[in-house]
Antibody, heavy 119, light 109 residues
């Protein structure tokens, strides 16, 4: 079964760093783009960026460029989303999602990781 | 950046009725790279339609997508109780960023 399993929920303080993970199973991580999507409480979906783990080609939405870093470790079939200095406005659910084929719609989604940033 | 505008914001219908959801793009979506997702409370989104009109694996045929250029439609031919949810359109595949519409909430009348 193809699935993405994300790390659990986090409660962090402003200014702290964080790296959340998305582990792929049932398919080859290096063969499909993986994207990250933010959903703030009670709001819609926002496309953050995408990575092709095969060659680490990474693209960001201008809204998130410089605010987060997307990476992947092929050896353990895991993609990551990280922040160097969290803000309260980063409080949201974050989803990873696998591209259907090529750069495409997302056919498989992780269960989401809730990040709460509060002093 | 392509802006997607979905309408209506909320659609109130009864089971058995037909639902028509709209997604309009601020510029032409290349090669009909337009997808529709369904999201229920507390769940991740689920892919329904890609390429504007192709159903994803396991999606019932009461769901259909149409359109091209800047105007796209998701139609649910006969609503089942489990279809009441929030629906998002997404354009993808061109230079980033991909973008989502703001969503349409389909609620029981």
């Amino acid at each position: 079964e193809v699935q993405l399993v994300q790390s659990g929920a986090y409660v962090k303080k402003p200014g702290e760093s964080l790296k959340i993970s998305c582990k792929a199973s049932g398919y080859s991580l290096t063969s499909y783009w993986i994207g990250w999507v933010r959903q703030m409480p009670g709001k819609g979906l926002e496309w953050m960026g995408i990575i092709y783990p095969g060659d680490s080609d990474t693209r960001y939405s201008p809204s998130f460029q410089g605010q987060v870093t997307i990476s992947a470790d092929k050896s353990i079939s895991t993609a990551y989303l990280q922040w160097s200095s969290l803000k309260a406005s980063d409080t949201a659910m974050y989803y990873c999602a696998k591209s259907l084929r090529g750069w495409s719609a997302f056919d498989i989604w992780g269960q989401g990781t809730m990040v709460t940033v509060s002093s | 950046e392509i802006v997607l505008t979905q309408s209506p914001g909320t659609l109130s219908l009864s089971p058995g009725e037909r639902a028509t959801l709209s997604c309009r793009a601020s510029q032409s979506v290349s090669s009909s790279y337009l997808a529709w997702y369904q999201q229920k409370p507390g769940q991740a989104p689920r892919l329904l339609i890609y390429g504007a009109s192709s159903r994803a694996t396991g999606i019932p045929d009461r769901f259909s997508g149409s359109g091209s250029g800047t105007d796209f439609t998701l139609t649910i031919s006969r609503l089942e109780p489990e279809d009441f949810a929030v629906y998002y359109c997404q354009q993808y595949g061109s230079s980033p960023p991909d973008t989502f519409g703001q969503g349409t909430k389909l609620e029981i009348k």
